[in-house]
């Protein structure tokens, strides 16, 4: 399952708001429902993000094996 959780830290280490994405960054307010839903974006968007925060991607996702 990919998950992500750690944007939200690094947002925060980072001092980059949701407010901040949407109004100075242009992120849709959709790709933000999205990321709190854990739901598919593009990679694009994590892309943007990355670029945004000045990170890895492995400071944005992190995927866990989902059980069986």
Excluded at 21 to 41: C, E
Aim: with cysteine; charged share 25%; proline share 3%.
């Amino acid at each position: 399952m990919i998950t992500f959780d750690p944007l939200w830290k690094t947002m925060e280490e980072k001092g980059v708001s949701q407010y901040a994405l949407i109004n100075k960054y242009h992120v849709s307010p959709g790709q933000i429902t999205r990321l709190k839903r854990n739901s598919n974006v593009n990679t694009n968007t994590i892309n943007t993000l990355c670029n945004i925060l000045e990170c890895d991607i492995t400071d944005v996702i992190s995927y866990t094996r989902d059980e069986k």
